[in-house]
């Protein structure tokens, strides 16, 4: 149980890594939306880029549109996003079925259910996110119509820091999903140097909406920046999650964090578009922390399902970081929230934009 | 809407700063608990101190309990806690009533609603806090019967850090909720000199949980982090959330980052007691990122209601920091995520702890 | 738990029959719509009509706005709505606390809980009913911007039925609710002979709703017929809930149900204004079965908490017929499953009413 | 939006009549049940009787497992159960995918989604109900681990009314799962009438479920006479539905109506097993009325979506009446409902079954 998001717009997701299928069910996506295999395929494919540093896994990831939509248009109906599991080798995970690999989720499941299927990591896999990127895809197109967009990018890996981040738009076209040329390239040396050294690496991911109306989210527990906090931390792999200034907030004063506001709209975004849990009509931005992958080949202590002690080398085709492969992952999430709390807003108001930035506007 | 917290321990929340009342609905709470009105009070009386630096309103905060309680005890009927507003003057708005305060949510509820209640912040307020620790005054005891306890302290006030945390026990006794008192000090200090130059601070609040069983935790949306993140990203000021290691494991190694096992169990604990959205049986560790307080007396640049430019000086008895008050608040959130996942995992499993750290328990 | 009602639009109540206060809180409601004591009074009085042949007991039932209203206009924040218990005496249930009384809830409350709170059948009350009424009125307000209006009447007491249904605004003055006066003289005769007799009886409530655009109610779970049977079920003593033709179209043909559709509309209205779980347009009929109250004077069988035999007499200040004090407790069920299905639609389509009979109304 | 039921045992639908695949997706059903295809399609075979009487259309409706279930047993993780679609032929839908078919969905689907998919149904087609069959075969399993089994029969069809129910496990043999062989044959003879005069009939099916233990239910929205008037009114077709005497309680009386108690027990079953919204540990007995099919081959009145009026005359292989094939489906909610009400009390309560008569059963 927990295998559903969102309020209106609502994913049910299921699958496990190597089962026979992964997919999602959106439910309460409006009617008449433009969807298509392809669209879907579209984003998909980005959490797939067959460039170089990711797995070497080669997911075909064919999404099969299995209701929901006639005649190329959603009909209001659930939209039932189906990807089969091919390029499957259960094989490998036969010798270490029985033990608990350290940072993964082995033990916390066998203590939860009493069993797990162990091959692949199953539900705890990172296949998972099929499901969550599919429906994000169809969040996408609503979110279209409403004139937002949402971008992630990579920030830093590995203790490498992307500096240059005045053309975000760079980022979609990198192999690392890295906005800074340069260092990205210091990215991918660190990758290198950490996957000779049979270890993994973390980092941070950013993602930010435009175009968002102020007046989405819904305090006091359903507010816009703890549905994303939420949903992002909900991502396997991410230990922290802040909107706007975030931990560095907590060592500012009010007079520098707080962000004046002129006839032309507020003067600076320490917030991260987001005031008493309701977008502001800024720019939302929010931030993600992301461990190390789990899965090294440097021999680990760990025991077995009967509490006997033993070594773990993972070897295979594992990423050496999650990041960049997470990144259409943090997006989709993001996307589902802001898709969900639209409608939310809807319901209650007819008017979604709220003009009170006159001024500023007349100018722009 | 969004004032319903939990879905099998659900609280709702009401209230506003200046309204009649503020309180919670707790539905969902097991039968047969000992509650009475001097058991809630003493959460709502540790956030409201009545101590050196905090905000002198003199709330009175006495609970009433209305109904779900008899014979001193729970009935599994929704406990109704209601706290009378007394002691408010709401003259003192009435001057900025048509103005944005920087760094509040004037602004975006104005947006979102087209109206608002202005006196004291409305429900915006952290004024309404008091129903979320007074419903997570009825989750502690249910905790208590699990064998769970739940403390928040203060790791940073303004920059100030307490780097001794040998000895957490001491927190709830200091007038800061800091285990260490050479750092309280220097934290009362800064917050002195804060006060004095009329602008305010953030900081860091650390929350534990121990004694949690294995095994609570919902993948793949309601993952414990991921609850606990939304939970506390709903507090206001909050603009950060970071499990274990948190932010610091973006920069780590596999090798080093991943907790290592032996038969006497887990050797680390980067993870903050949760492995795959589910309790690992270790401590449960959460941090947040506490912005600091918007009102200050400084002067800053806003605009009224019709988007003209204005000046604003927020005078009053404002705190110069959410922290300490912040800590009941943050403890009463992750008691509410816990005790609503204890019912979940009861609803598939009789057995709620598992087993495994045979070894190392019967060294313990 | 089960305490909230709606997922939009959303109720929670609280409150058992002796205890402090009975009440609910109201979630989700739209901001700007006119509320205030006076007017969720009025309901309250329909509910405790004060005339011959109801229960003596005096509740004053003064409603509590103790949040959500401002300047007479709600906020969009909850609305607690408070009534405070008075007039109460729990000596008289002192002799029956540990007997379980015939048709009432006290065996099963025990079987569940383990323990309950015996004093005027607790939160199995129909005292509960405030809750429901007061947010019910909520949702009167904000169908009436929507031009939706929702009646309830008596159909039909101990066997005696209305036969004139021509002027069913007749019922709203009648002592029992009754469109058909003759009828209601006598349903109060029958009334009055079961009372002597130291019996109950129970009867048929029929509520119609006018005004409702096409478009209402989710399928395939969320139908408007399914939510209506839901609430209207939930209401204590209902034990069949039909919709339109109800019971009677088992034994009709597709060729007599069937509601045949000319350019000026529906020529009839067997479906009762829900096809395939969608408003159509057309009023909507639903019926509820009401069983007589299960505490009478004539003496019966039971047992006590220990499965001795004993002999029960319930004597008081109690109905002989749920009817007519249940039939305003309808309508708010009614009117809290449309406001709720109002606000869904809304969040899926900015236009509510489809316009497609344009023929009719052009001459209409 | 409404296609997902349950707070728990939670099951969401997807798919049309004619789009590429039905199924249901069952998320939080408790770990290491035994389920395999093969279980579930004895469910969906009951569906498809391939008997005499019902259309001829076949249908193989063949389930695939997709997720949740490992070696056979269930993980804890969502269960996709998908049924493609095949035997599909759309074209004879071509011509009156313009008009709205009386007594269909067509018209209010229309209004709600602005378009629809005309083929079969769609989304409102009976087609539907093969994901709560495929479903409530999971929850069928869990029940029976807690000894509970639930059965539907047919009571009445076109005016035909079982009388001998002394022996219902005849039912299940029965071509229209009807236990009075008698009256079974005269309905088919009924059911021929219908058929070549172009018409067709409704009838009432009534579903008994035993071995439910006492304190099911949550008061006061989700009490469990409540839910299961949900689930059951959901379905297609149904226009009411009663619990115990249901309607013929409206016209008892509380002496007769109520069902006395003894040690060895209650001494009737007017109340259908459930007091106050909570289950008594008596047989549940539920009824549903089931609307005459309202695709009929006698000419009919309608418009097209232009409002211009039309003639319609649906032939095609459909059945005459929506009973039997319905009647696995109303099992199929009834077994939705209780499962997921066990879990909800198992999280409140460690004893499921409350023991009082402990007399009686020392007897038996």
Same mark, same amino acid.
């Given at each position: 149980?927990?295998?559903?998001?969102?309020?209106?717009?609502?994913?049910?997701?299921?699958?496990?890594?190597?089962?026979?299928?992964?997919? =999602?069910?959106?439910?309460?996506?409006?009617?008449?939306?433009?969807?298509?295999?392809?669209?879907?395929?579209?984003?998909?494919?980005?959490?797939?880029?067959?460039?170089?540093?990711?797995?070497? %896994?080669?997911?075909?990831?064919?999404?099969?549109?299995?209701?929901?939509?006639?005649?190329?248009?959603?009909? @209001?109906?659930?939209?039932?996003?189906?990807?089969?599991?091919?390029?499957?080798?259960?094989?490998?995970?036969?010798?270490?079925?029985?033990?608990?690999?350290?940072?993964?989720?082995?033990?916390?499941?066998?203590?939860?259910?009493?069993?797990?299927?162990?091959?692949?990591?199953?539900?705890?896999?990172?296949?998972?996110?099929?499901?969550? *990127?599919?429906?994000?895809?169809? !969040?996408?197109?609503?979110?279209?119509? =409403?004139?937002?967009?949402?971008?992630?990018?990579?920030?830093?890996?590995?203790?490498?820091? !992307?500096?240059?981040?005045?053309?975000?738009?760079?980022?979609?076209?990198? !192999?690392?999903?890295?906005?800074?040329?340069?260092?990205?390239?210091?990215?991918?040396?660190?990758?290198?140097?950490?996957?000779?050294? @049979?270890?993994?690496?973390?980092?941070?991911?950013?993602?930010?909406?435009?175009?968002?109306?102020?007046?989405?989210?819904?305090?006091?527990?359903?507010?816009?920046? =703890?549905?994303?906090?939420?949903?992002?931390?909900?991502?396997?792999?991410?230990?922290?999650?802040?909107?706007?200034?975030?931990?560095?907030?907590?060592?500012?004063?009010?007079?520098?964090?707080?962000?004046?506001?002129?006839?032309?709209?507020?003067?600076?975004?320490?917030?991260?578009?987001?005031?008493?849990?309701?977008?502001? @009509?800024?720019?939302?931005?929010?931030?993600?922390?992301?461990?190390?992958?789990?899965?090294?080949?440097?021999?680990?202590?760990?025991?077995?399902?009967? @509490? %006997?002690?033993?070594?773990?080398s993972v070897t295979g085709r594992h990423d050496?970081?999650?990041?960049?492969?997470?990144?259409?992952?943090?997006?989709?999430?993001? %996307?589902? *929230?802001?898709?969900?709390?639209?409608?939310?807003?809807?319901?209650?108001?007819? %008017?979604?934009?709220?003009?009170?930035?006159?001024?500023?506007?007349?100018?722009?």
């Amino acid at each position: 149980m927990g295998n559903t998001f969102g309020r209106l717009f609502r994913v049910t997701t299921f699958g496990e890594s190597h089962g026979a299928a992964v997919g =999602a069910v959106v439910d309460g996506c409006p009617p008449n939306l433009e969807i298509s295999d392809d669209y879907v395929q579209l984003e998909l494919d980005r959490r797939r880029p067959g460039r170089k540093l990711t797995s070497p %896994r080669k997911e075909a990831d064919a999404v099969w549109i299995a209701s929901g939509v006639f005649e190329g248009r959603t009909t @209001g109906t659930p939209i039932a996003l189906i990807v089969h599991n091919r390029d499957v080798d259960s094989s490998k995970y036969e010798s270490i079925k029985d033990l608990f690999r350290p940072g993964h989720a082995d033990f916390t499941f066998q203590a939860k259910y009493g069993l797990r299927d162990w091959r692949g990591g199953g539900r705890s896999s990172a296949r998972e996110t099929v499901g969550r *990127v599919a429906a994000g895809a169809v !969040a996408k197109r609503l979110l279209e119509g =409403a004139g937002i967009s949402v971008n992630g990018f990579t920030l830093e890996i590995g203790g490498v820091r !992307a500096e240059r981040l005045d053309a975000l738009e760079n980022a979609a076209g990198d !192999a690392l999903f890295c906005p800074d040329a340069a260092a990205s390239s210091r990215m991918a040396e660190r990758l290198g140097e950490v996957k000779r050294a @049979g270890d993994s690496v973390g980092g941070i991911v950013e993602v930010r909406a435009a175009g968002v109306p102020a007046g989405l989210g819904e305090p006091v527990f359903d507010k816009l920046d =703890a549905e994303l906090a939420r949903a992002l931390m909900s991502i396997g792999a991410v230990k922290g999650v802040e909107i706007g200034s975030g931990f560095a907030a907590a060592r500012s004063t009010g007079s520098s964090n707080n962000d004046q506001i002129g006839p032309e709209g507020f003067r600076s975004n320490h917030a991260g578009g987001i005031l008493g849990g309701i977008s502001s @009509g800024q720019e939302i931005i929010v931030r993600v922390a992301v461990k190390p992958i789990p899965s090294i080949a440097l021999e680990q202590d760990t025991i077995d399902s009967s @509490g %006997r002690p033993a070594k773990i080398s993972v070897t295979g085709r594992h990423d050496v970081c999650a990041i960049p492969r997470i990144v259409p992952v943090c997006e989709a999430m993001v %996307r589902l *929230v802001l898709a969900d709390h639209l409608l939310r807003q809807r319901a209650i108001s007819e %008017r979604i934009f709220e003009r009170i930035f006159t001024g500023g506007r007349s100018d722009g």
